[in-house]
């Protein structure tokens, strides 16, 4: 079994659920907490084992390429002003050179496409994606537990949540077969099914580990919901040759993408942070409270 070393994250999407914040500025990187949404998503990758990270960029997204390059003007700074503790935090999230690569989406034609940008930069290896928007939160990152079931069952693995079942027509729903550690077989994969025709409420959160033999189905694979180029459908023809198991995670994922989600993300990093909570649990606590009272007034 080929280890997984290379993680791809699309980061080509235009953020219009979170317009105007996203006009000017990637949504990958609005801010949660201290660190842009996308810092987290590389840090889950790194915390997995991942060694190389590709990001599948679009225009206006330079600012991500600047963001994980060194700024030599800000470490002068830090350094003469003595902010050493800054500069220590700035060191750790710093990749090294030659473990991060950039490819362009030149059009949006939807995530398999995206994914199918990075297919010379994978090469001939099985490889982790991570959707960015998609933040996890929990004691260990998605991809660790994804990679966790990868080496029992080698092949490919996905991460799947429960959602609603009226909710299906918003997420990639899979089938659910026999039960295997942590998760269970994939026996069907459909794009944003209508809930009558999803085969269950459990839908793909956004981690997955692909073989490369992922790349030639989408090069030909011809568009499916919404007129786009989907993963999941390249995901279902791969099953026809390939196993598909899903690891069942258990932590929490924000759609960083919508208003709610980042909203919800920020107070639950906040909380967890022990140099953050007690500045803002009472404030956070106080807000609900008032807020719940004005409810049962109402
Ligand atoms: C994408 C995938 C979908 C998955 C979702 C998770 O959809 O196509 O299968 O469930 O991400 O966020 P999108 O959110 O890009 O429409």
Known sequence: MKRVRKAVIPV???GTRFLPATKAMPKEMLTVVDRPVVQYAVD???EAGIE???FVTGRNKHVIEDYFDIQPE?????ARSGKEEQLASLERMQLPAGSISFTRQQAPHGLGH???CARDIVGDEPFALLLPDMLSFGEKGCLAGIMELYEQT???VIAVEQCDPTETNKYGIVGKGRAVQGGFEVTAMVEKPAPAAAPSNYYINGRYILQP???GILGTQERGAGGEIQLTDAMRRLSESQSFHAHHFKGRMFDCGSKEGFIQANVAFALARSDIRDLVFEPIAEMIGSQARRN???
Request: hydrophobic share 60%; no cysteine; aromatic share 8%.
């Open 213 to 215: 033999e992922v790349f």
């Open 296 to 298: 049962e007034a109402a």
């Open 154 to 156: 080698g092949g490919n």
């Open 52 to 54: 190389h990270i590709i």
């Open 44 to 46: 889950e990758a790194l």
């Open 74 to 78: 800000l470490v002068d700074t830090l």
């Open 114 to 116: 995206a994914v199918w």
């Open 12 to 14: 080509a999407g235009l």
